[in-house]
Nanobody, 125 residues
């Protein structure tokens, strides 16, 4: 079983950047597809970005394409989300998650069994 801890959230102004980090322990993240998900108040949790266990497949939800970049460092057992040109609509709790399914399920939120506690990102206008 893998444990996940997010960090890097905070309060920024629109147009600024933040870098979220997810530190894993217990098992190697090389065994997992890794994702960043977010949940805004009153809304369902949604996928923001995922990276397959091989790193070959990346996916971003349309609203963050071109602004967010997901990356993984298997040697350090960490996953990062670089968020640029932040908008007020990006305000949410961001969660790191791991899925042990095959890469074909990398975009399926129901296949993510391991979750961090979340980190708050607030973007003011």
């Amino acid at each position: 079983q893998v444990q996940l801890v997010e960090s890097g959230g905070g309060l920024v102004q629109a147009g600024e950047s933040l870098r979220l980090s997810c530190a894993a322990s217990g098992r190697a993240i090389s065994l997992y597809n890794m994702g960043w998900f977010r949940q805004a108040p009153g809304k369902e949790r949604e996928l923001a970005a995922v990276i397959s266990r091989s790193g070959d497949t990346l996916y971003y939800v349309g609203s963050v394409k071109g602004r967010f970049t997901i990356s993984r460092d298997n040697a350090k057992n960490t996953v990062a989300l670089q968020m640029n040109s932040l908008k007020p609509d990006d305000t949410a709790v961001y969660y790191c998650a791991a899925s042990g399914y095959s890469e074909s399920y990398a975009r399926d939120i129901s296949k993510y069994a391991y979750w961090g506690q979340g980190t708050q990102v607030t973007v003011s206008s």
